[in-house]
Structures are given as structure tokens and as C-alpha cells.
């Protein structure tokens, strides 16, 4: 670790944005997976959320396909698993998040008109089949991005750059990324994860709090 390398991640942790998320239902390929996680590291996401494939399948995040398209974002943002994608959406509706499905209904709105400063999750879904109707009916709104041209929909990576990145104009434009967000025990911590990946394993599993840094990054006696 060099003193350059831990401000850095000081640097990037202060702009975190825990109150900003994705909820990835069933999407299971690796190119689109790796460049949404590569996305939420772009706009400051902490943590995603992702429901694996109907069929059994795991998702993956393994594999050239993956490293190559996520250009390692995915050691940056943690990836929660969830089974169900309408348990997911209650649980984090019971967090406080709102959650805005992509998907057509009655009640979609442009993604523009969102109100993406609230603590805010975007649920997407895979590009064969969209978001679940139990879980775009469960979110709090549906959101979509106009489409002027032949096809209905956008790749789905893309989609959701286009709104995480509305997203980070609004909070930009209200001073979101100006002050941290995490709590100073919640940035000290995930900076000696992300400063020291193989031991911070070892300190979790013994229970044990992670010892100090100093200004260089270093590990205090």
C-alpha cells in the first residue's frame, strides 16, 4: 500500500453513494453484468443487488468475459445475492429505499422525471424478458427511456448507465458527492478492505475489528 494508492481510496470512498443502488433481475450475462457493476463504480454505487437466473444458473462473475468488461470495478462494489426479486424489492423498500422499475405500465414515467436524490434503487431486468411483473408491481414506480427509433428497448448495460448517470447529475447538482456520505466507522472499514482484500477476510471471520491505518495507509501496530 502507498500513501498515494490509500488517498485515493479515501478519495473515492468520500463520494460514495450508499443511498444509490441496482437490483439486477435475472440478468446473466457476463458482459452486461460486468459493465453494470463497471457503471455503479462509475457514479460512486457502494453495493448492488442481484437476483441469479430462473433456471439454476449461477451468476457469474468469473471469467475473461467478465474481468475484461468490468475493468475490476467489481473489487469496488459488492454484489448482494438475493433469491427473489420481489423479497428483494420488499427488503430494501424496508431500508428506506425507493425503488423504480424499468419497465412499460400504466403508471411509467420518463426516468428523467424520477426524483433520484431520495435513497433510490433501479431495478432492471435481463433483455429477453425485462423486470418480473411481481416485482415491477411491487417497485414504488416504473421508469423508462423514450425510444424514437425501430426497437423498444436498449441493452440493458446501457439502460442502466443512462439512468445512474441522470442520477449523479441530480445529486451533483445538490452537493451529494461534496460531503461522505459513509459514516467515519464505515469509511475507516471499508478502507482497509479495500486496502488490505486478504486480510480483511481473516478479521471478519474471527470476529475481530480491523486494526487502524495510518495517514499512509498503513497498519498501526
Not at 430462473?54 to 438475493?82: I, M, N
Request: proline share 6%.
Amino acid at each position: 500500500m502507498t500513501p498515494e494508492r490509500y488517498a485515493k481510496i479515501l478519495r473515492v470512498l468520500s463520494r460514495r453513494q450508499p443511498t444509490l443502488t441496482v437490483l439486477m433481475d435475472q440478468v446473466n450475462k457476463p458482459h452486461n453484468l460486468s459493465a453494470i457493476i463497471r457503471t455503479c463504480d462509475a457514479v460512486g454505487v457502494l453495493e448492488a443487488h442481484a437476483v441469479p437466473p430462473s433456471d439454476g444458473r449461477e451468476l457469474d462473475f468469473t471469467g475473461d468475459t467478465f474481468e475484461a468488461t468490468s475493468g475490476s470495478a467489481h473489487k469496488w462494489v459488492r454484489v448482494q445475492r438475493h433469491v427473489d426479486a420481489v423479497q428483494a424489492v420488499r427488503g430494501l423498500q424496508a431500508r428506506g429505499f425507493q425503488v423504480l422499475a424499468t419497465h412499460l405500465s400504466q403508471r411509467s414515467v420518463d426516468y428523467r422525471d424520477a426524483d433520484y436524490t431520495r435513497p433510490t434503487c433501479v431495478l432492471l431486468g435481463a433483455e429477453k424478458w425485462g423486470v418480473g411483473e411481481g416485482a415491477a408491481g411491487a417497485a414504488d414506480g416504473n421508469i423508462i427511456i423514450p425510444m424514437y427509433g425501430m426497437v423498444q428497448s436498449l441493452n440493458v448495460s446501457v439502460a442502466a448507465a443512462t439512468i445512474l448517470f441522470e442520477a449523479q447529475r441530480q445529486r451533483l447538482a445538490t452537493g451529494m458527492y461534496g460531503a461522505p456520505q459513509l459514516s467515519p466507522t464505515e469509511l475507516r472499514e471499508q478502507a482497509f478492505e479495500w486496502s488490505y482484500p486478504d486480510l480483511a477476510p481473516g478479521y471478519r471471520e474471527r470476529g475481530e475489528p480491523y486494526p487502524a491505518l495510518d495517514d499512509a495507509g498503513q497498519i498501526v501496530p
